[in-house]
Every structure is written in structure tokens, then in C-alpha cells.
């Protein structure tokens, strides 16, 4: 199974929805995302949220499609993105992709950074999309990442205290048995230098950005 969120962000940041690589993707709406999937023509199997963030109209157009809504008070514990995320992995999907959750505030683009510690300690690649940035957590271990054009640049920060073994093959710039410690901008700006290229390290958690001006 592969599931999409689409939360409120600014939708000029999204990326085409249609296109044929998400054909086999069910989708969740998160707040007023559930509103943006109804304009492109999708229907979400789920929906979260207080939908504080939609128009009257846009809400008409949410009730008359009979979305399966989950609908909260606006004073909670947890933003409507990270109620679509617990329903979402509480699924074992073998993918899950997030959008709409950057470019907007910086709170709720950071939590949702954060939110991507859920789907590793429950083994489901999560990443949040946006037209520009492909952003990923991982745990040690190695990884072989095929170039992608639209994403040029690779860029990777430490989650935890510390990263260790960092190893980087098929880049601009390798590394290593390198250590990478929270706060360092050490691997920011690389750029894959062949078709594939690795990551592997030992221990900690390394948050992976794949990037585009």
C-alpha cells in the first residue's frame, strides 16, 4: 500500500498530483488539503482536521463529495497533519508521502520535519515533497539513491547527537567513516557526481534533503 497527505500548505509549493508516478498512491486529505485534492479531481479516502482553514464554500464542496471526514475541535494536542500521519502508519503502508506542509509557517514546517521520527520508528519511508525539496529520515545502515534531475543537489543534517561512520560514495564531494555532529553544516550542498550514488552510516539519524534552486 502507498499513501499520500495532502495538508494547507501554499499549493504553488505542490507538485503535480496527476502525475502518472502517483497513479498507484491512495490519498488523505489533512485541513483545507482535503479541499485541494477535490479541485484536482481526487478523492481522498480519508480526511482529518478542525477545517478551520477552508472557506464556507470550500467546506460545501468537501460535504457534497461525502468525504469520510475526522473532524476535531481547533483546541488539541496534535495539528491535523500528525492526526493523518498516526492513521496513516497505524495502515503499514510501504510508502508515504507528505504535502503541502512547507513553504507556509515555520512551526508547522518543522513539526512535520519532526514528524517523520513516527514513520521511522514504525520501518515506513515518509518523505514531504514539495516542488523543490525531497526530504527524508534515516536510520544507520546504507542506502543507494539513483540521481534525480529535478532534485540536483543532496544535502544531509544529524537528527540525533551525533552521526557516525558517515560514509558518502558517488557524490562531488565523498566522505568517509566521517562523523557528522547536530548543528553542522558539513554535508550541505553536495551534488550526486554518477547515476548512483550511497549513504551509509553506523549509528544515529540522518535527515536527508535532495534539493533544486
Not at 20 to 45: C, H, M
Amino acid at each position: 500500500m502507498k499513501l499520500a497527505i495532502v495538508a494547507g500548505g501554499p499549493e504553488t509549493l505542490i507538485p503535480d498530483l496527476l502525475d502518472p508516478k502517483y497513479e498507484n498512491f491512495q490519498w488523505i486529505g489533512a485541513d483545507r488539503g482535503t479541499f485541494v485534492l477535490l479541485s484536482k479531481n481526487i478523492k481522498p479516502i480519508k480526511a482529518f482536521g478542525d477545517f478551520d482553514s477552508v472557506s464556507k464554500v470550500e467546506y460545501h464542496v468537501i460535504a457534497e463529495q461525502a468525504v469520510d471526514c475526522e473532524t476535531f475541535p481547533c483546541e488539541k494536542d496534535k495539528t491535523d497533519l500528525e492526526l493523518a500521519i498516526d492513521w496513516a502508519l497505524a495502515k503499514k503502508p510501504q510508502q508515504l508521502l507528505i504535502f503541502g506542509v512547507t513553504g507556509g509557517r515555520q512551526d508547522h514546517a518543522l513539526s512535520a520535519v519532526y514528524l517523520l521520527l513516527k514513520a521511522s520508528r514504525k520501518a515506513t519511508r515518509m518523505q514531504l515533497v514539495d516542488k523543490k525539496n525531497s526530504i527524508e529520515l534515516l536510520d544507520s545502515g546504507i542506502y543507494h539513491l539513483e540521481k534525480e534531475p529535478n532534485y540536483p543537489y543532496l544535502s544531509f543534517l544529524a537528527i540525533s547527537g551525533k552521526v557516525t561512520g558517515l560514509t558518502l560514495r558517488g557524490v562531488k564531494y565523498p566522505l568517509h567513516d566521517a562523523e557528522l555532529v547536530l548543528g553542522s553544516s558539513l554535508c550541505i550542498s553536495n551534488e550526486q557526481a554518477s547515476n548512483v550514488s550511497s549513504v551509509s552510516f553506523a549509528s544515529g539519524l540522518l535527515l536527508m534533503m535532495r534539493c533544486s534552486d
